[in-house]
């Protein structure tokens, strides 16, 4: 079984949450996801994972959330809140680790529908968050 580490990124503004999410071209939108890999913790994965999709070295802290096994069929997907404050309504950034694509990053109303531009696996994550989802502060 593969596991996934999935930093959900969170803001609140104006009393909307809001999760960090981007655009791949060509694979639709998409939450911060990848491989845990055999040398490192789910959190230390999350944390390299976030860097390598969205260029973020965020030092506020990671809390685990929760994992689920229904997402995709034979991965365990570990979750993660990040609450920040101070980042930017979107920006570009160009991957190193992924054919050198440049991903569009936005906030998703966590609570909004996801359209078909999502694959089906990321309403399943965002689905499960929310039913694990505790405030940091």
Known sequence: MTSKACPMVLRIQNGVTKVLAFRHPEAGNQLVKGTIESSETAHDAARRELAEESGLE???????????????????????????????????????DDHGHCFEFFWHDIDAAMDGSWDPMFHKAVNFFKTKYLPIN
């Open 58 to 96: 965020i030092a506020e802290e990671f809390k685990l959330v929760g994992t689920s096994k229904a997402i995709v069929s034979d991965q365990e997907w570990w979750f993660f809140e990040v609450a920040v404050c101070e980042l930017p309504d979107s920006w570009r950034h160009e991957t190193t």
